[in-house]
């Protein structure tokens, strides 16, 4: 069975930081592109970062460049958000997906193939 699992979400001051990590397994992680995305209450869910296969490639959402980083470690079959100077809005549930196929997923949460339960990640300001 497919599983990823997040974890390292809770409760955070305007300002703080804050680090996701999503375990995968069944899956040969190094296939991978990865990503995350969160939603929030009265929002659809939106596309936050990407990261490719072998980790040299990485793409950003608008609204959180410069404050978070999406890394892997392969040897671990896990992948990490780093999110710093977190905001208000920055409360939502993430998601980490994974996408497996061969063609470009771009941002679109309907192009991965795996998803994760989610994390709650709460600021409050």
């Known amino acids: 069975q497919v599983q990823l699992v997040e974890s390292g979400g809770g409760l955070a001051q305007t300002g703080d930081s804050l680090r996701l990590s999503c375990a995968a397994s069944?899956?040969?992680?190094?296939?991978?592109?990865m990503a995350w995305f969160r939603r929030s209450p009265g929002k659809e869910r939106e596309f936050v970062a990407r990261i490719n296969q072998s980790g040299s490639l990485t793409n950003y959402a608008e609204f959180v460049k410069g404050r978070f980083t999406i890394s892997r470690d392969n040897a671990k079959n896990t992948v990490y958000l780093q999110m710093s100077s977190l905001k208000a809005g920055d409360t939502a549930v993430y998601y980490c997906?994974?996408?497996?196929?061969?063609?470009?997923?771009?941002?679109?949460?309907?192009?991965?193939?795996?998803w994760g339960q989610g994390t709650q990640v709460t600021v409050s300001s």
């Open positions: 997906a994974a996408h497996s196929r061969s063609n470009y997923p771009g941002r679109e949460s309907a192009n991965y193939d795996y």
């Open positions: 069944g899956l040969t992680f190094t296939n991978l592109i």
